[in-house]
């Protein structure tokens, strides 16, 4: 905004005010709508409907509305800063439209900065003198309230803009996958025996395959963190490569998905905290990104790195060694990737098939306690790949970043504690689709 003496005396606040308790009210029915959901969602803790599919529906519905009590808890916050916003500026308003009230009376004419000036005044005998000081005192009156204002549109513009960053994040209509009546979680077992998966054993863990790898536009591989060569955790997933499988062939895309459950993976968060499963990990996340890149050249490589997935990942592209082939690169609930910024992964190597520079985003949902077990220069596993300074496409402004911490305190005290678990079946986040 271009702030002027005339654009803060005609400055419509009545209109503002209206604005910003408009952002009160509609806040407050956002936030208790999602309070009220969550209440009604109860299906697990009564039984009346368990198992994986059971599961995944309320790690959606929890991701959903947490995003929705977070958008509720921002444009509530909105309105506080607009509010104190408007208050100043009807203060500054009332100040120079007297100054501008008083300039007028005497004819002394007032550019857009509020600079005053004495004109003819100044050469009347008797007058010059008080008439001059008289435009310095109004001068530093206007000067000083524009000075003011663009300090209140700065600030406070900020502030707007990274309590609204929500909204960037909220969900997209994705339907869940057809669950039948009386779903149960032995029922729900049969689906790992579906012919869509392919199972390969590994000295070190399965690899599930969904999709026809060599004919794939674009191929995804997840890498799971704590607990996953669970078989309960490695049913997931692959339920899941099939769910993206189906999506994108509905929409006309041929994708395949790689749940990669190849390494032996921390079995609790003590064994988390230790590096040493990663290392071991790399070597053949390596050999597999490889692998698919000579099977099918032309294929976006995509990688995921979820929770310790992402130190797997990121150790990966971070060891010695030619690098990880990945053209996209992705972490989610991340406690650190062993990097200290993007730059530091390789990426793609130097073939004549790779597809160039990769792209690295990262993501965490409001609410994800990952985040106490990394920071913006210190972590668990090295500094948080979402902060600003890490380097990732798309990474918040510093305002932003700290809103967000903000608002994963504020989830928790809702009492959710298992965010965490929700990044596979976030309708926000689309982990499978190539971004080149």
Known sequence: MNVTVYSIEGAQTRDAAHTADVAARSGKVLSQQAGDAREQAEWSANEQWIGPA??????????????????????????????????????AQGVVSAALSTARAVFMPVTPAGHVSAHALA???????????M????????????ALV???????????????????????????????????????????????????????GPVFVVGDVDAAESITTFVSGVGSSSEGAMHNTSQWAIQEVERARAEGKNIAVVAWHGYRAP???????????????????????????ERNPEAKLNVVGYSYGSVVVGTAATQDGPGLEADDVT????????????????LNSEEP????????????????LIQLATGPEFGAHG??????????????????YRWKRLMDLYILGRGDTDTHSSYLWDPALDLTSSRQ
Do not use: C
């Open 54 to 91: 059971a599961d995944a529906a309320t790690h959606r519905l929890d991701a959903s509305l947490n995003q929705l009590d977070v958008l509720g808890v921002s444009a509530q916050s909105v309105s506080i800063v607009a509010g104190a916003y408007i208050q100043i500026l009807q203060l």
């Open 123 to 133: 050469w009347i005998p008797g007058l010059g003198m008080s008439a001059q000081a």
């Open 135 to 146: 435009a310095e005192t109004l001068t530093r009156i206007l000067t000083s309230a524009v």
């Open 150 to 204: 663009r300090a209140l549109d700065s600030g406070s513009g900020g502030a707007v803009s990274a309590l609204a960053s929500v909204t960037n994040t909220m969900p997209v209509t994705r339907k869940l996958p057809p669950v039948p009546a009386g779903t149960t979680a032995a029922m729900s077992r049969e689906a790992a025996d579906s012919p869509q998966v392919t199972r390969l054993e590994t000295a070190t």
């Open 267 to 293: 079995e609790n968060l003590v064994g988390a905290i230790g590096s040493s499963a990663a290392h071991k990990a790399a070597p053949d996340l390596r050999a597999f990104q490889r692998g698919l890149r």
């Open 331 to 346: 972490f989610v609930g991340s406690p650190g990737v062993g990097a200290h910024s993007a730059d530091d992964l390789r």
């Open 353 to 368: 098939n790779s597809a160039g520079p990769a792209h690295v985003e990262s993501h965490h949902v409001p609410g994800d």
């Open 383 to 400: 500094p948080d790949p979402s902060s600003p300074d890490f380097g990732t496409e798309g990474a918040p402004g510093w305002s932003e």
